[in-house]
């Protein structure tokens, strides 16, 4: 019974959020441009958020259940530095290479996925390492 009611108030209280926003900007619009900004704008960002929000607890509740550990988290196991660092690399050899032009935002992103995921392998091997 909790479950299902707590459930119907988060979606209310999101819808509420995106209907009414930071302030009643829908008065202020004519109501094609308001029902405009709200699915094309708020509502695709809004669950975006959504999204990420669940994948980023996702993959900490994954963390946590591989090392065992509740500490486990991105920045204490260096998943963040290795991704800073493979960013880094990207950027140091684009201004090497192209002689300083700046690069495209997913070539960084790849980056910084490559980095955080090569960090990963290292932290996984290590402990089987330790276990052994």
Do not use: C, H
Not at 74 to 79: K, T
Not at 88 to 101: K, N, T
Not at 108 to 116: F, H
């Amino acid at each position: 019974m909790f479950i299902p009611l707590s459930l119907l108030l988060l979606i209310s209280l999101f819808l509420l959020a995106l209907a009414w926003g930071s302030g009643g900007w829908y008065r202020a619009l004519p109501e094609d441009q308001a029902q405009l900004l709200l699915w094309e704008f708020r509502l695709p960002a809004a669950v975006m958020a959504l999204l990420a929000g669940a994948g980023l607890s996702l993959a900490g509740l994954l963390m946590q259940t591989a090392f065992r550990n509740p500490l486990a988290g991105p920045y204490v196991l260096g998943i963040s530095s290795g991704s800073s660092l493979g960013v880094a690399l990207v950027v140091l050899a684009g201004f090497w290479l192209d002689g300083g032009s700046d690069l495209p935002l997913p070539l960084r992103s790849l980056a910084a996925m490559a980095g955080a995921f090569v960090m990963m392998l290292l932290n996984l091997s290590a402990m089987k390492v330790l276990r052994t």
